[in-house]
């Protein structure tokens, strides 16, 4: 059966433009090329999930502006519910501007728009999408007062909350306090806890920093390391495919949205489900685009029994 997950987060529209190297402070270098795509953290995270077979709904801002409709489209395209999508009048659709080297490595600038003008009130009728529910997914190109209210709401209908704390912000307390899984890369991680991460010992005093907060469940994202994981029926490191990267604008949210569609809600099987959202962002970074290289259920299992 289907997992049903529901995202709440940012819409952006994501254009790039392709580099030989970063420039310097005050230096104006050409780009290549330049190419836009559907994007933004929740809205890739959300068609991960449906492309990986989950049941998906949206809770978001866009604008009441041409890009505001072409991120509702490209969403219904994936199948995605977009019933909790408010149309704002006043800000613009979320934008992003980035930078992508030689190398597949990115810059990302954000104008938040209408993602950061939501409000609590947003979440205050999504009870319905929360009944049947299996996870609420949030992060934090949205304000964390509507993360706070939603995940909530969540708690009310024993829906499994998981925070992807990206961009790093600090955290309001009460958000840990109803959070199930927190899923930080390890950058994302040190600065939330000040414990920066070296080696497993560092790792598990993570885990226990976040547990004394509320949360039960820690999974930190190591790049070519793999993904650590630590819950409260053990510990371990799941290791990355080795691949040639060529864009990792997607590849945290294509894990996170791919994880939910395969994971049990008490966690049991996460070790599994981590293998199978690993695979599904190495192949994200083989491709160009952040929504266009997300790959379907079928290309990810088909990896998967590659040797």
Do not use: W
């Not at 969403?75 to 659709?93: A, C, F, M, P, S």
């Amino acid at each position: 059966m289907s997992k049903k997950v529901v995202v709440l987060g940012s819409i952006n529209v994501d254009t790039t433009y392709h580099v030989e190297r970063f420039p310097q402070p005050g230096e104006t270098i050409s780009a290549k090329s330049k190419s836009s795509a559907p994007g933004g953290k929740g809205a890739n995270q959300a068609v991960a999930a449906a492309r990986s077979g989950a049941k998906t709904a949206f809770i978001g801002a866009v604008g009441s502006d041409s890009e505001g409709q072409y991120m509702l489209e490209a969403l219904k395209d994936n199948e995605i519910d977009t019933h909790h999508i408010t149309v704002d009048k006043y800000h613009g659709t979320g934008t992003a501007a980035i930078t992508l080297d030689a190398e597949g490595q990115n810059d990302i600038m954000i104008y938040g728009g209408a993602n950061q003008a939501m409000t609590p009130d947003m979440v205050d009728d999504i009870d319905d999408v929360l009944d049947d529910a299996d996870f609420l997914i949030s992060q934090f190109e949205t304000p964390q007062d509507v993360t706070l209210a939603a995940f909530k709401k969540a708690k009310e209908h024993g829906v499994t909350t998981i925070l992807n704390p990206a961009p790093a912000h600090e955290i309001i307390p009460d958000l840990l306090n109803v959070t199930d899984v927190i899923a930080p890369n390890e950058s994302e991680c040190a600065l939330l806890t000040g414990i920066p991460v070296t080696d497993e010992d560092a790792m598990l005093k993570s885990a226990e920093y976040f547990r004394k907060q509320g949360v039960k469940h820690l999974l930190i994202t190591l790049g070519s390391k793999g993904v650590f994981y630590a819950t409260p029926d053990g510990h371990g490191l799941v290791p990355a495919f080795k691949v040639h990267a060529v864009d990792t604008t997607a590849a945290g949210d294509t894990f996170i949205g791919a994880l939910s569609s395969q994971l049990e809600d008490d966690l049991s099987n996460v070790a599994d489900a981590l293998v199978y959202a690993q695979r599904a962002s190495s192949l994200t970074v083989q491709e160009m685009g952040a929504m266009p290289s997300i790959p379907t259920a079928d290309k990810v299992k088909a990896a998967l029994e590659e040797k």
